[in-house]
């Protein structure tokens, strides 16, 4: 059970996906203009995310590693993300509508989503039960759904302050983003 | 349609030919390339010897430890001058830490090469040569784990942490406590 | 004439990091030092010659609609026969960038060079590109690693300006990566908006 806690407290906070481990930046810096928008970014990834891992790790243990295939992960793993998203936008539309028109936008911006293969081949890296995988996965995304919210927040305000002009957009975000990332660390160094 | 089927299976079976071809070309120099990492590391942390120390390798289990310790014993003009110990913690900053240790034919520490490790680069990654610097307590060349304390300077023993990264030190020196006790459950079965 | 255009074109105009904004988690994951943001600069820009070249040779015997699958699977099998000779013939290497080097697949750069220019140019043209847009991205990533290694460290590739102790870690670790690129871009923008 323990070991449950620290996975959840460390994908959280100690290792933060988009502050530590410098996965999923693309949508952190893309869908952070909004919170409205962010909150829907971080549960579409959220969602696609465990089931990603779910398929990914079934694969990677059914399939590649029976026949000693470890090499064609990579190229497996993105066309099951990539196929998946497509799968989950139909049945979405047909089943939940009201989901749908909610996430619907950001489904097709997560197959590039680094942060969705990343996970994928972190949990086989480090070897971890099905399980433990699918409770890390969805920690992590629970990590990137608090990091992209805390910034959309932030970036809300930003829009209203004189920022000077070669900085304004991309680089005031980012250095926002570089505060947030050492705010973070403070997190650094909690292990159970 | 039938055009799509066709070009998707046939980009498939070709990328699939094409990466088990570069597989089957890289599989020989991927192990190799391990095992020289091995070898190099071995021959730093041992004192002279004119054995070949992979040849002789022991698994030794520490009661307490998830995984068994190999152990590599020297030997110069058939008398044995130490052995080299792949060590592991698992209470790294950031997962698994790979050590191998070596001892003198008494169990004082020879040196030590940090095989594997994800700790924070400038803190934890400082390791790799931190315990065998002259400064201060830092050095754990030449200590005897049977004799000195090896522990950090915090929890009463007589090695100084690394600056601000007292997770990784406490880990480091563990692992290194960890392989003096399977030196010395090796030692035992040779004699007897 | 036009084939250095092509390459000023990905290097300045439409550089991938300062102006595209493409590629931001390798270009802030591995730049903790000059050599490994290079390193992941050139891994990217060999993958991206390669996927740009056969992207641009099938361009006209792939079907519209499966077009995009074609090309993941296409980047994917570059990436991963790349993973598998770092890992032969650089494994020091390959440890440091890590899961860096399988997630070139997911870099937004190398599908948006193959849609935007390579399914519509010949093969020595996305080649061009290929290595414009490879240059652009490698430049980006060693400028970044080498200030943020001399910040912290004191060091630029390995070679000592000033010593360790003066320098401020922070620059090395996450925070220092997003204030480093932010300030870089804003260096960017202003010369070239004036």
Known sequence: MLEYISIIITAIFVNNIVFAQFLGICPFLGVSKKLSSATGMGAAVAFVMVIATLVTWLLQHFLLDPFGMGYMQTIVFILVIAALVQVLEIIMKKVTPALYQALGVFLPLITTNCAVLGVAILVVQKDFSLLMSLVYAAATAAGFALALWLFAGIREQLELVDVPRPMRGAPIALICAGLLAMAFMGFSGISF | ?192 | MKLLNIIYNGLVRENPTFVLLLGMCPTLGTTGSAITGMSMGLATMAVLICSNMSVSAVRRIVPAAVRIPVYIVLIATFVSALQMLMAAYLPALNATLGIFIPLIVVNCILLGRAEAFASRNGVIASAADGIGIGLGFTVALTLLGACREFLGTGKVFGFEIYPETYGSLIFVLAPGAFIVLGLLMAVFKHFSTR
Do not use: C
């Not at chain 2, 089957?24 to 991927?30: K, M, N, R």
């Not at chain 2, 022991?58 to 080299?84: C, H, L, N």
């Open chain 2, 1 to 192: 349609m039938l055009a799509m089927i066709l070009v998707l299976t046939s980009v498939g079976i070709l990328s699939g030919l094409i990466l088990g071809w570069v597989h089957s070309l890289t599989e020989g120099p991927v192990e190799e390339a391990a095992r020289r990492a091995r070898i190099e590391a071995i021959s730093q942390v041992l004192p002279p010897f004119d054995n070949d120390p992979s040849a002789s390798v022991v698994d030794i289990s520490v009661s307490g430890q998830p995984k068994p310790f190999r152990v590599y014993p020297a030997t110069e003009g058939g008398r044995f001058v130490g052995a080299a110990v792949e060590s592991y913690s698992m209470d790294g900053f950031s997962g698994e830490i790979d050590i191998i240790y070596g001892f003198d034919a008494e169990g004082a520490v020879v040196d030590y090469h940090v095989m594997h490790h994800a700790e924070t680069p400038g803190l934890g990654a400082k390791m790799e040569q931190w315990f065998r610097m002259p400064e201060g307590h830092r050095s754990v060349i030449g200590l005897n784990p049977a004799t000195a304390r090896v522990a950090v300077t915090k929890d009463g023993g007589d090695v100084d942490a690394i600056t601000a990264a007292t997770i990784t030190s406490r880990a480091f020196l563990g692992a290194l406590r960890e392989a003096h006790e399977a030196f010395e459950i090796y030692k035992k079965q040779q004699n007897s």
